[in-house]
């Protein structure tokens, strides 16, 4: 813990074993748990809240404020959770008065160059690929995925269990357990290999196929569509996600698949 090439101001709260490397820069107001290692050249700044056995690489810059202009200095906190990996030059910015916090969850890969901006919440066991960018306010749920270069608007939601294509603009919400590619941003079938990695059934994964069918390949809107899956499909909670994500959703979903 004694790095004397390293800036920790007095009142961080730093864990005993964790390993600070020389040059990074820890602010007050800092938490750090046990077993994480602190590259060389990082920066963490007020309001971090570091979970146990985490990883972060030279140039990233943990909790700067937001860069929005309605921020006035209230006091916020970046929350990273356990065994979180961040890549070199990545970017996580804190919170505001929306939420108060940016957190990201347990068990996450953030590689190189990634931004995640103010109020974003991230899941567990999430990826995100290098240089994906993250506006404000986005909520990314469980075991999501993103391919390198992908750009996701404010205000997005997108579901558990998807898969994003590299270099994808996601303007909508993406429903759950889907991957979703082309420009516009548009449904590509469901992420079956995602799925049986985490154990979903063969059975399970069929069921969900047969709900997107009737909601993104038989050329209805979403309501008739809902309502179709409701009132032929079998009740199972994977239904009762998908149905109520989308009902529920305020930017409205991708499209459908269309050639």
């Given at each position: 813990?004694?790095?004397?090439?390293?800036?920790?101001?007095?009142?961080?709260?730093?864990?005993?074993?964790?390993?600070?490397?020389?040059?990074?820069?820890?602010?007050?107001?800092?938490?750090?748990?046990?077993?994480?290692?602190?590259?060389?050249?990082?920066?963490?700044?007020?309001?971090?809240r570091i979970g146990k056995n985490c990883k972060i690489f030279p140039?990233?810059?943990?909790?700067?404020?937001?860069?929005?202009?309605?921020?006035?200095?209230?006091?916020?906190?970046?929350?990273?959770?356990?065994?979180?990996?961040?890549?070199?030059?990545?970017?996580?910015?804190?919170?505001?008065?929306?939420?108060?916090?940016?957190?990201?969850?347990?068990?996450?890969?953030?590689?190189?160059?990634?931004?995640?901006?103010?109020?974003?919440?991230?899941?567990?066991?999430?990826?995100?690929?290098?240089?994906?960018?993250?506006?404000?306010?986005?909520?990314?749920?469980?075991?999501?995925?993103?391919?390198?270069?992908?750009?996701?608007?404010?205000?997005?939601?997108?579901?558990?269990?998807?898969?994003?294509?590299?270099?994808?603009?996601?303007?909508?919400?993406?429903?759950?357990?889907?991957?979703?590619?082309?420009?516009?941003?548009?449904?590509?079938?469901?992420?079956?290999?995602?799925?049986?990695?985490?154990?979903?059934?063969?059975?399970?994964?069929?069921?969900?196929?047969?709900?997107?069918?009737?909601?993104?390949?038989?050329?209805?809107?979403?309501?008739?569509?809902?309502?179709?899956?409701?009132?032929?499909?079998?009740?199972?909670?994977?239904?009762?996600?998908?149905?109520?994500?989308?009902?529920?959703?305020?930017?409205?979903?991708?499209k459908g698949y269309s050639h």
């Amino acid at each position: 813990m004694n790095q004397p090439l390293a800036y920790i101001h007095p009142q961080a709260k730093i864990a005993r074993n964790v390993v600070i490397e020389p040059f990074s820069t820890i602010n007050k107001n800092v938490t750090i748990d046990e077993g994480t290692w602190i590259g060389p050249n990082v920066t963490i700044m007020e309001g971090a809240r570091i979970g146990k056995n985490c990883k972060i690489f030279p140039g990233a810059v943990i909790s700067a404020i937001p860069q929005d202009l309605k921020f006035a200095g209230e006091e916020t906190e970046t929350r990273i959770g356990d065994n979180t990996t961040i890549r070199e030059c990545a970017t996580i910015n804190r919170g505001t008065i929306d939420r108060y916090k940016t957190e990201v969850g347990e068990g996450c890969l953030i590689m190189a160059y990634v931004h995640i901006g103010h109020d974003c919440i991230v899941g567990n066991h999430c990826i995100l690929g290098n240089t994906t960018q993250l506006a404000g306010h986005v909520l990314v749920d469980d075991y999501v995925i993103f391919g390198g270069a992908c750009a996701v608007q404010q205000f997005t939601r997108v579901g558990s269990h998807a898969y994003i294509g590299g270099g994808s603009l996601v303007r909508k919400d993406v429903p759950p357990y889907t991957k979703a590619a082309r420009e516009p941003l548009s449904y590509s079938g469901i992420n079956s290999i995602g799925l049986r990695r985490r154990g979903f059934p063969s059975e399970k994964i069929n069921e969900i196929q047969d709900i997107y069918r009737h909601i993104f390949l038989k050329g209805l809107n979403n309501s008739k569509a809902l309502d179709k899956v409701e009132l032929e499909l079998a009740p199972s909670k994977e239904r009762d996600v998908i149905v109520n994500f989308i009902r529920n959703s305020d930017r409205g979903v991708m499209k459908g698949y269309s050639h």
